[in-house]
């Protein structure tokens, strides 16, 4: 079956220092990713999506880079700020519905 | 305010009893899912709806039983047959199942 991966559990920034968070997916055929954040007793809220036309797509601070020959995308906080402080993960539209990767602890200190 | 809803946002259960958990939304989305989370891990799917009427079981269905009777409705019981039910429940809905999923803000399962 397909399965989406982070490539590291935790990170730990400085507030200020820009942030990257790495995603892998297995199914070459995914067309839609998105990255989620996830704050402790909450539920996920979308962040950025990008679909497979693209390479890259810019938000408020954050942009979302996709290699497809690699099958990898990264998401890309700019000026991490303490209240960025969650889990990050990825999905990726599969086979019948979304996989979501397992998740990254972004950890920012001032 | 358009969005999702669960209830309640703590609940307790006793040894050989079901629980339901409640999940409305009024995006008028076609999909509803239902989600586990225990700690440190990611989101395990338990069931999906793609349609009123009609619900497929996740990767952990074993325990559960979901209804879909209405579109803004999709509640989740938790049997006695699952044993181990201790966990924080997602509910997330999408206008199919290809797209964006928009979470609840969840209901954490305790067992007494």
């Known amino acids: 079956g397909e399965s989406v991966g982070l490539h590291l559990p935790t990170l730990s920034v400085q507030e200020g220092d820009n942030s990257i968070i790495n995603c892998a997916y297995s199914?070459?055929?995914?067309?839609?990713f998105i990255w989620y954040k996830q704050e402790s007793g909450k539920g996920p809220q979308f962040i950025i999506d990008i679909r497979s036309n693209m390479d890259k797509r810019q938000g408020q601070r954050v942009t979302v880079l996709l290699n497809k020959t690699v099958k990898h995308l990264s998401l890309q906080i700019a000026a991490t700020q303490p209240g960025d402080s969650a889990v990050y993960f990825c999905a990726a539209a599969g086979y019948s519905t979304l996989t979501f990767g397992k998740g990254t602890m972004l950890l920012v200190s001032p | 305010d358009g969005g999702i809803t669960q209830s309640p946002k703590y609940l307790f259960r006793k040894e050989g009893q079901n629980v339901t958990l409640s999940c409305e939304q009024n995006?008028?989305?076609?999909?509803m899912y239902w989600y586990r989370q225990d700690p440190g891990q990611g989101l395990r799917l338990i069931y999906y709806?793609?349609?009123?009427?009609?619900?497929q079981k996740g990767d952990i269905a074993e325990g559960y039983s979901v209804s879909r009777e209405k579109k803004e409705s999709f509640p989740l019981t938790v049997t006695s047959a699952q044993k181990n039910p201790t966990a924080f429940y997602l509910c997330?809905?999408?206008?199919?199942?290809?797209?964006?999923?928009?979470f609840g803000p969840g209901t954490r399962l305790l067992v007494l």
């Open positions: 199914n070459s055929a995914s067309d839609y």
């Open positions: 709806s793609q349609i009123v009427n009609d619900f």
């Open positions: 995006l008028n989305h076609d999909a």
């Open positions: 997330a809905s999408s206008t199919t199942t290809q797209e964006t999923q928009y």
